[in-house]
């Protein structure tokens, strides 16, 4: 496989994950009556398990580049670790706000 491809399917389409996931809780928190809100989290739910997907690719390419010979580029390692911690807060704070 394409090294650009790979980085580009293991690093930034978690995040443009997480960023639809954050847009999502935002709008459901900000726009949609208190009253309504019950059925969005269950759609949250179901959206949460592209969350834990992400989690696991990312968690893996974390792991995989702490343990492998040919380090790679720090960022992408700050990446996949922010990647594994952002739908993990999104779950806190919907259980809080819930």
Known sequence: MNPRLRQ???????LF???????????????VP?????TGFQLFSVLYAAGGII???SGV?????????DKGPRGLYALSLLNTIIPTVLVLVTLNLA
């Open 8 to 14: 580009f399917l293991v690093y930034w389409v978690p």
């Open 17 to 31: 994950g997480n960023v639809c996931l954050v847009a999502y809780l935002v709008w459901q928190l900000g726009y």
């Open 34 to 38: 208190p009253f309504d809100r019950h």
């Open 55 to 57: 989690v696991g690719v």
């Open 61 to 69: 390419a974390a792991f995989l580049q702490a343990t492998s010979r």
